[in-house]
C-alpha cells in the first residue's frame, strides 16, 4: 500500500482531477465522432431485417445521432475510464486487491465487447424478426428511428453486462469469498431470474422470452464450471472466520 498518507481535501482535489479528465477525453471522443455517428448508424441499421425506418418528429434524427455518439464515446474512452478508476483507487488496495483490479479489467472489458456484440448480431435479429412476424400479410411495418436505436443498445448492454458474470465468479471463487457448491443450492433461482431477466428485455411473446432466457442461464451455467475450477479454500491459519479449538492444539 502506498504508505504516503493524504488528507481529505487532497483525495477530493485527486478525484476531481481525474473526473476533469475523463469528462474531457469523454467530450473530445464525442465531438469527434459525431461526424461518424450518419455512418455507423445506418451500418447498424442495415444489419437488422428492418427495412423501414422512419422519423416523426424534428428533432428525432439528430437526438438519434446524439445518443448512439454517446453510446459509442463511453464504448470508446472505458480504458481511459478504468485506468482513471484504478489509479484514484489502487493506492488504498492491497497487494491482492491490486492484482484482482487488474485481472478484471483488461478481460473484462474484452467480455463486455463481446457480450454486446453476441446481443447484437446473434439475438436482436432473431427478436426483431419474431416482432415483424406478428403483422401478417398486406401490413408493411415502419419503425421509428429513435425506438429502433433505444430497443438495440437497451438488448445488447445487458448482454455485455452478463457476459462479465464468469470472470467475476472466478475470481471471487479464487479468493475463496465463495464456494462453487453455492451454484448448484441456487440453481432453480438463477433459472427463475433468468426467464424474469428476459421477461423485462424480450418483446412481450414467449419464444423470444425463452430465446433470451436460456443464454443468461448458460451464462450462470458458465460460471459455476469456472468457480469450480479457480475455488481456492481459504487458508485456515490467516482466516479469522476459522477458529480453533481446544482439542486441535498440539
Known amino acids: 500500500m502506498n504508505d504516503k498518507r493524504m488528507s481529505v481535501t487532497e483525495h477530493l482535489s485527486e478525484l476531481r482531477n481525474r473526473l476533469f479528465i475523463i469528462l474531457g477525453a469523454v467530450a473530445v471522443i464525442f465531438l469527434v465522432g459525431f461526424f461518424y455517428t450518419r455512418p455507423v448508424l445506418h451500418w447498424i441499421i442495415s444489419h437488422t431485417p428492418v427495412h423501414h425506418v422512419i422519423v416523426t418528429g424534428v428533432t428525432e434524427a439528430f437526438f438519434a445521432l446524439i445518443q448512439l455518439d454517446l453510446a459509442m464515446s463511453l464504448i470508446l474512452a472505458s480504458p481511459l475510464i478504468l485506468y482513471e478508476i484504478a489509479a484514484f483507487v489502487l493506492p488504498g488496495l492491497t497487494a491482492v486487491e491490486r492484482r484482482v483490479v487488474g485481472i478484471i479489467a483488461g478481460p473484462g472489458l474484452l467480455l463486455f465487447i463481446i457480450g454486446m456484440a453476441v446481443g447484437y448480431f446473434v439475438f436482436i435479429p432473431i427478436v ?37 458474470l464468469p470472470l467475476i465468479s472466478g475470481v471471487l471463487s479464487h479468493l475463496g469469498l465463495i464456494h462453487p457448491s453455492m451454484f448448484s443450492r ?15 428485455l424480450a418483446p412481450p411473446d414467449a419464444l423470444s422470452m425463452t430465446l433470451m432466457a436460456l443464454p443468461i442461464y448458460l451464462i ?20 479469522p472466520t476459522i477458529t480453533t479449538g481446544p482439542d486441535d492444539i498440539g
Open 128 to 164: 426483431l424478426q419474431v416482432m415483424l412476424s406478428f403483422t401478417g400479410n398486406g401490413i408493411e411495418p415502419m419503425w421509428r428511428l429513435g425506438s429502433l436505436l433505444s430497443f438495440i443498445i437497451d438488448l445488447s448492454v445487458p448482454f455485455g453486462i452478463i457476459a462479465e
Open 186 to 200: 441456487y440453481r432453480r433461482y438463477a433459472l427463475l431470474l433468468s426467464f424474469f431477466i428476459a421477461a423485462i
Open 220 to 239: 450462470y451455467e458458465v460460471s459455476a464450471l469456472v468457480a469450480r475450477f479457480t475455488y481456492k479454500a481459504p487458508d485456515a491459519a490467516n482466516d
